[in-house]
């Protein structure tokens, strides 16, 4: 096997998870070992965001992901052109302002 050549990786999207979901809010925490980033989505008229999905993963992946983001992005704005950032919010949150020790806040 030539060594430049990748190894191919064989996966399975199971049907309940090729559909997907929306998220239009991502929570980001981290550790000294690991990574969370919760996916949420805000919607008027919902008086909260509710956590969709959560993925934790290492800093190491985290930074691999990164990179492949900031890869596809600039992919996708020479096709298509810039991505706006308009009337987006522009801080960040704390994680601690959506859940307590004891589940999410009411």
Sequence with gaps: ????EKKQISLE???????????????????HSEFIIDFATMLPGLPKPEISNR?????????????????NISKYE???????MGGEPKGT???GDFI???????
């Design 13 to 31: 999207l199971k049907p309940e998870i090729a559909k997907g979901s929306y998220s239009n809010l991502a929570i980001i925490t981290h550790s």
């Design 55 to 71: 993925l934790v993963m290492t800093p190491e992946h985290a930074k691999r992901l990164l990179n492949a983001l900031t890869d």
């Design 1 to 4: 096997m030539d060594t430049n």
């Design 78 to 84: 020479s096709q298509f052109g810039p991505i706006s």
């Design 93 to 95: 949150f704390n994680l």
């Design 100 to 106: 307590n020790q004891g589940g999410a806040k009411s």
